[in-house]
T-cell receptor
């Protein structure tokens, strides 16, 4: 079945450091890929998405490129802030799996001042 | 405005109580979802409604009963829950069930069963 694998957390960085959170997926066909962020005590917010190979999603300084050849969708940000501290979920969605979002396990990010 | 509104934000109920969680969206979305999230885990899909009809039930116990009164509203009726049902319950919506559509989540309802 479909699956998403994220790098294990927690990840702790200093403010202004470079962030990479790895995400790889296993799926047949052509899934759409998403990054969601969950701040403490809140629901999930869409951070960015890509619906086809080589698409780059970007938002709030975060970027991720849909790489079909490596089945990856790594999240990057050039300079993190304390306010970026949250849990980040990579997810995929496919037509043939109905409406299901398949999530990775999540990566906890803590940014220290 | 990409907003899904859930009430109540917090709910404490006994194992013999009957309560309901409510969800509302005014984005014209025709697909609505209930997810359950336990601490430090990703959300798990419970139910999907497409055009007000239940299209997916992920083998959820019958003590959880969803209802979609109209295209903007989604309820989750709770009865005879167990302590292990304590979790964050997330409502979500999307334009339709096609895979490229973004699923927008609400802030969630924190449920504690005592």
């Amino acid at each position: 079945g479909d699956s998403v694998t994220q790098m294990e957390g927690p990840v702790t960085l200093s403010e202004e450091a470079f962030l990479t959170i790895n995400c790889t997926y296993t799926a047949t066909g052509y899934p759409s890929l998403f990054w969601y962020v969950q701040y403490p005590g809140e629901g999930l917010q869409l951070l960015l998405k890509a619906t086809k190979a080589d698409d780059k999603g970007s938002n709030k300084g975060f970027e991720a490129t849909y790489r079909k050849e490596t089945t990856s969708f790594h999240l990057e940000k050039g300079s993190v802030q304390v306010s970026d501290s949250a849990v980040y979920f990579c997810a995929l969605r496919k037509e043939t799996s109905g409406s299901r979002l398949t999530f990775g396990e999540g990566t906890q990010l803590t940014v220290n001042p | 405005d990409t907003e899904v509104t859930q009430t109540p934000k917090h709910l404490v109920m006994g194992m013999t109580n009957k309560k309901s969680l409510k969800c509302e969206q005014h984005m014209g979305h025709r697909a609505m979802y209930w997810y359950k999230q336990k601490a430090k885990k990703p959300p798990e899909l419970m139910f999907v409604y497409s055009y007000e009809k239940l299209s997916i039930n992920e083998s959820v116990p019958s003590r959880f009963s969803p209802e979609c009164p109209n295209s903007s509203l989604l309820n989750l009726h709770l009865h005879a829950l167990q302590p292990e049902d304590s979790a964050l319950y997330l409502c979500a919506s999307s334009q339709n069930v096609l895979s490229g559509n973004t699923i927008y989540f609400g802030e969630g309802s924190w449920l504690t069963v005592v």
